[in-house]
């Protein structure tokens, strides 16, 4: 059984897309039962499919989670691949205010648990950047503590890929995320160079500089490409050196 938790630099950075592809990668790797977890989606849809009997039934759909439902080979109830689906896009500690619900680091480490009796790998996406909060301290009693990405990372004790997204700041963002990475006593096991600026200046010597400056081996390198296809994907996949393999 291996797992990973899949950070980044920060929102919107690439994590899902590589994720999809771990899962890929993991899956013809000869991992059988591949499964990607999203523990806190923010910003879902409401979707309404039929049962066979013609019976409506709606939840919550976040674009993430279908990404990684279609990358795994391992179909678990959503209460286990994502725990907490929030309407909102907001940091998940604000949806989860505006959702009256409270997010619990113990309900999210009790489903990954499942999730890895049933599953060979499973690929944890984390929401936004290392410290987003998840939780918080009741506003009006102050009762509670804050919990962020970075302390259900340590709960599950995993490996950890960052994905740097390759933009102006992002030489700053990846080293203190490993120093984050560092201070809790987790393993940085591989990051990614995902190009999500087509105009980005120097894009090779920033590469290099995270070559030199990050303690962990690049799994990939992922051009600028607006379109993930199902054939880009397969690409990367193939692409993507697995953590902890030469
Ligand atoms: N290499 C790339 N080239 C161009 N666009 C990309 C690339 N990688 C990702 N994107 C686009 O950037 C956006 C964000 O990617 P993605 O959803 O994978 O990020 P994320 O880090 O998972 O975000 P979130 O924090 O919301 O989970 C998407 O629209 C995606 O298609
Ligand atoms: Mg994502």
């Not at 939780?135 to 994905?163: F, N």
């Not at 700053?172 to 990051?191: C, D, F, P, S, V």
Request: aromatic share 4%; hydrophobic share 50%; proline share 6%.
């Amino acid at each position: 059984m291996v797992a990973y938790f899949v950070t980044g630099t920060d929102t919107g950075v690439g994590k899902t897309r590589v994720s999809a592809a771990l899962l890929r990668a993991l899956h013809q790797a000869g991992h059988a039962r591949v499964v990607g977890m999203k523990p806190v989606a923010a910003g879902c849809d409401w979707v309404t499919t039929e049962d066979a009997q013609g019976v409506a039934h709606g939840q919550w759909l976040n674009e993430d989670v279908a990404a990684l439902r279609a990358a795994g080979t391992l179909a678990v109830p959503p209460v286990f691949d994502n725990p907490y689906a929030l309407p909102e896009p907001l940091s998940p500690h604000l949806a989860a205010r505006r959702a009256g619900e409270a997010i619990d680091l113990d309900h999210i480490e009790a489903s990954f648990h499942a999730l890895r009796q049933h599953a060979d790998a499973v690929v944890v996406e984390g929401a936004g950047g290392f410290i987003v909060p998840l939780s918080e301290p009741d506003p009006l009693t102050g009762e509670g503590q804050w919990a962020t990405s970075a302390d259900l990372a340590m709960r599950l004790q995993l490996p950890i890929v960052l994905v740097v997204g390759m933009r102006l700041g992002c030489l700053n963002h990846a080293l203190l995320t490993q120093e984050a990475i560092a201070a809790r006593g987790l393993k940085l096991a591989g990051w990614v160079a995902n190009h999500i600026d087509p105009d980005m200046a120097e894009q090779d010597a920033n590469v290099d500089t995270l070559q030199r400056r990050l303690h962990a081996p690049m799994l990939a390198r992922l051009a600028w490409a607006p379109q993930a296809t199902s054939a880009e994907l397969a690409e990367l996949a193939a692409s993507l050196r697995l953590p902890g393999r030469a």
